[in-house]
Nanobody, 121 residues
Framework: QVQLVESGGGLVQAGGSLRLSCAVS????????MGWFRQAPGKEREFVGA????????YYSDSVKGRFTISRDNAKNTVYLQMNSLKSEDTAVYYC??????????????WGQGTQVTVSS
């Protein structure tokens, strides 16, 4: 059974930092590209970033580029999202997704349950 479990969310002041983790079980994470998405109240889920399974190359949305960094530890089957210089507009529920093969901006095979990030201004 595949499980993705996010953690690390919380309340932080604008300008602060958080690191989210996504622990993966039930699949070999090195075969999967991992993505981070977020959904704010009243808005659609949006792509935040992803790390490609083979190359390890990372891709980011324009809204987080230069502030967020994705990394992965295949030995721990965990992917991370380091978020710096947080803004109030980063407030959302953050989800990780796993997709076999090359990353996608949209479609993932498995999803976590999400973790809330709230940035106070």
């Amino acid at each position: 059974q595949v499980q993705l479990v996010e953690s690390g969310g919380g309340l932080v002041q604008a300008g602060g930092s958080l690191r989210l983790s996504c622990a993966v079980s039930g699949l070999t994470s090195s075969d999967y590209s991992m993505g981070w998405f977020r959904q704010a109240p009243g808005k659609e889920r949006e792509f935040v970033g992803a790390i490609n399974y083979r190359t390890g190359a990372a891709y980011y949305s324009d809204s987080v580029k230069g502030r967020f960094t994705i990394s992965r530890d295949n030995a721990k089957n965990t992917v991370y999202l380091q978020m710096n210089s947080l803004k109030s507009e980063d407030t959302a529920v953050y989800y990780c997704g796993a997709r076999r093969g090359t990353f996608s901006y949209f479609e993932y095979d498995f999803w976590g349950q999400g973790t809330q990030v709230t940035v106070s201004s």
